[in-house]
């Protein structure tokens, strides 16, 4: 007969694999909270190239601010999403290794591509707005479309990550109700929500 | 059944098959590669191991192609799912009784 410390390893063997193998837990805590900043400076940079701040009226903005200033704030929103992809690619290689797993696996690609529709019809729907000249429609397209692509990923990582994506899809319909605080929805949303996420994570996974 | 003194069923007693078990009990199929990321074994011990679980009809296989590249996806039977249930309750039992 097999001593008692066996049979506890067995189990706890069967929980970690039945574990690692739905879900992708190498996600790190701290990607979102440097998200969560990135996306603060981002706003703020945004804000102080003369994004309005509650007070326009939303339409044809475009206009009003010019082509130049439209192209900074692009510029300024792919520098925030590279830094923020890079850093959490970089941060979960980091906690897979500590962990001894692969970043590369059948769970981390089921994440992916969980968030692959969602992000990529996103992505395009937000090219289509820039090409309408909807500017005012960029913030909420980009927070409905990522929260539902969090919305999704919740299957394949830490649960919470759903509840974010509910956030982010509010926030995201708030903004579009209201133009004007767009801004502002967009630093509650990917600024502080990540940070708070990010923290809640490393504090309840990773210590 | 293939059982042993304590109730245990003898497929599971290696580390390797009870992951096999274990990471289709929540998936409903998996890729030959995708079990050997999660074991991390080599090619032909995975496949033994997968090949004494097919003997005892826990797990089965569908072969397909995709593109010109054969894909071999795994599942769990419901033999199988009713003896893992059944180990781990026996597992539970065991531990509990030794406390």
Same mark, same amino acid.
């Given at each position: ?42 706003? %703020?940079? $945004? ?16 206009? *009003? ?27 979960? $290689?980091?906690? $897979? ?9 059948? *769970? ?28 005012? %429609? ?9 929260? !539902?692509? !969090? ?5 394949? *990582? ?50 | ?16 098959? !009870? ?12 890729? =030959?590669?995708?079990? /050997? ?20 009809? %826990? ?5 397909? =192609?995709?593109? /010109? ?11 199988? #799912?009713? $003896? %893992?249930?059944?180990? !781990? ?9 030794? #406390?």
């Amino acid at each position: 007969m097999k001593p008692e410390q066996d049979y506890t390893r067995d189990i706890a063997e069967i929980r970690s694999m039945m574990e690692r193998s739905s879900k992708f837990l190498s996600l790190a805590g701290w990607a979102g909270v440097m998200a969560g900043i990135y996306a603060l400076a981002g706003a %703020f940079a $945004a804000w102080w190239m003369g994004y309005p701040l509650m007070d326009f009226v939303h339409a044809d903005y475009g206009h *009003t601010l010019g082509i130049d200033f439209l192209w900074n704030v692009f510029l300024v929103a792919i520098i925030v999403l590279v830094l923020a992809v890079g850093t959490a690619i970089w941060l979960s $290689a980091r906690k $897979a290794r500590k962990r001894n797993e692969k970043l590369w696996t059948s *769970t981390s690609r089921q994440l992916l591509g969980s968030m692959a529709v969602p992000l990529i019809t996103g992505g395009l729907f937000l090219l289509i707005l820039f090409y309408h000249d909807f500017f005012f %429609f960029w913030i909420p397209g980009a927070m409905v479309f990522y929260g !539902l692509a !969090l919305y999704n990923a919740g299957r394949f *990582t830490y649960k919470e990550i759903k509840a974010l994506g509910y956030i982010q899809i509010i926030l995201g319909l708030l903004s579009a109700a209201s133009p004007r605080y767009g801004l502002i929805c967009w630093a509650i949303g990917f600024g502080v929500m990540h940070i708070v996420y990010g923290i809640y994570i490393h504090n309840k996974y990773e210590r | 059944m293939k059982v042993s003194i304590n109730g245990l069923h003898k497929a599971f007693e290696s580390r390797i098959r !009870l992951g096999i078990m274990s990471a289709l009990a929540v998936n409903d199929e998996l890729e =030959f590669n995708a079990l /050997k990321e999660y074991l991390d074994v080599t090619d032909g011990n995975l496949a033994s191991h997968i090949k004494a679980l097919e003997k005892e009809k %826990f797990i089965d296989v569908e072969k397909s =192609f995709i593109g /010109k590249k054969p894909n071999t996806r795994y599942f769990m039977t419901k033999a199988g #799912k009713k $003896a %893992f249930e059944a180990h !781990l309750a026996i597992l539970e039992k065991l531990i509990k009784s030794q #406390k």
